[in-house]
């Protein structure tokens, strides 16, 4: 039996997919597996028994990921599962920020009232709402993975121009991508074509203020700046003086904080990017399968903190998370030929400062060849998998 301890809310239809074999509740204690959503983990200490957490969503900044790492715990996301949610809320805030759509529902909703008066008040007053259309405007994408390939092939389909900056854009990902989309070596392009900019990277001390007072002097006077990844990757003091200074016409940000709230020509949601339903399911789904893979079969699919991996094994399976450094492989293969285990098959996979291995041994893994394992130099964690 596994324990999967629930942080947040998930949907059912993602519970769901854990079988017989499993208990899941918010309130079990040493868990084999972690499923959250929003949830802060950095304060938590876990049990010797967790394998690993499920983050049904794309954003890891609320989980320890590098701590989980060392103790042999991985972390999955479920990138892509709610990208059709955000880029329509992207497609969304392109329209409200360019023709005044928030500012102009609160001042008709003030006319309330005046009884034969709000006909002729209304076609006095709707002029300070206009704005542009969008279609012919330039879109600039920072960030081209599953969410971007959606705005852009959306935006080039409502007759925009759209440019995008991506230094890891995949094969897979630019098969996707319209043939009208023009993608570039240099984000300094996509921030002097834009009419439009949005921004769609992951959050890290690398890309903290990506947006900043440098970027911003790039741009067309009165662009239009759409958040919708994380806060921090634009410079708070800096959109407030470009908007101050008229050099940004609005700014859209799905991360409110005291600072831009109530500012003018700033529209603030409240986190609304993966809040649909259909978004809820498919990431509850999706990291559910992927915990199920991992703790049955060893196959670690969207880890953020180690490296994809996954094998078919005739025999048993044993799963190696190590530090990726050298001999560590010749030292477990060593430990196994000495004790007459047969190596069919082996995966090994790096992800920066961490590996995976699998090996399909031939032979009876007992508790002394696990320790033996285990106690290699640089080796986290073994799993014995039959």
Same mark, same amino acid.
């Given at each position: ?113 005046? @009884? ?47 440019? @995008? ?222």
């Amino acid at each position: 039996m596994y324990n999967i301890l629930t942080l947040n809310k998930i949907a059912k239809i993602g519970t769901d997919n854990f079988g017989e074999n499993y208990a899941v509740s918010d309130s079990i204690e040493n868990p084999d597996a972690i499923m959250v959503r929003s949830a802060k983990m950095h304060d938590m200490q876990f049990g010797n028994k967790l394998l690993a957490i499920g983050r049904a969503g794309a954003g890891v900044n609320n989980i320890p990921v590098e701590r989980c790492a060392e103790e042999g715990i991985v972390v999955f996301n479920t990138p892509g599962a709610n990208a059709n949610a955000v880029k329509e809320l992207v497609l969304t805030a392109l329209l409200i920020s360019s023709r005044k759509i928030p500012d102009a529902m609160n001042w008709a909703q003030s006319l309330k009232g005046k @009884g034969d008066e709000v006909g002729p008040l209304v076609e006095k007053g709707k002029a300070q709402f206009a704005g542009p259309e969008i279609a012919g405007k330039t879109l600039g994408i920072i960030g081209l993975g599953a969410i971007g390939v959606l705005v852009a092939n959306a935006a080039i389909a409502l007759r925009m121009k759209v440019v @995008g900056y991506d230094p890891y854009l995949s094969v897979n990902t630019a098969l996707r991508l319209d043939h009208h989309v023009q993608t570039v070596n240099d984000p300094k392009d996509v921030y002097a074509a834009a009419d439009y900019l949005t921004i769609h990277v992951p959050y890290n001390p690398q890309t903290k203020g990506t947006v900043n007072a440098d970027t911003i002097k790039l741009m067309k006077d009165g662009a239009r700046i759409i958040n919708l990844a994380r806060g921090e990757l634009v410079d708070s003091e800096a959109i407030l003086a470009a908007l101050a200074s008229g050099k940004i016409a609005s700014y859209v940000c799905d991360f409110p904080s005291d600072e831009i709230l109530g500012v003018e020509n700033v529209i603030a949601l409240p986190h609304l990017g993966a809040s649909t339903q259909e978004a809820e399911d498919n990431c509850a789904v999706m990291a559910a399968k992927e915990l199920v893979d991992y703790i049955e079969n060893g196959n670690i699919t969207n880890s953020v903190n180690f490296p994809n991996a996954s094998m078919n094994a005739q025999g048993t399976k044993i799963c190696v998370l190590h530090r990726n450094v050298p001999q560590v492989i010749s030292a477990v293969t060593t430990i196994l030929g000495q004790a007459g285990i047969n190596i069919d098959n082996m995966v090994n996979a790096s992800k920066k400062d961490y590996a995976y291995t699998l090996i399909d041994a031939c032979g009876n893994i007992d508790d002394t060849i696990k320790e033996k394992l285990t106690a290699v130099d640089n080796v986290i964690r073994i799993r014995i998998i039959k």
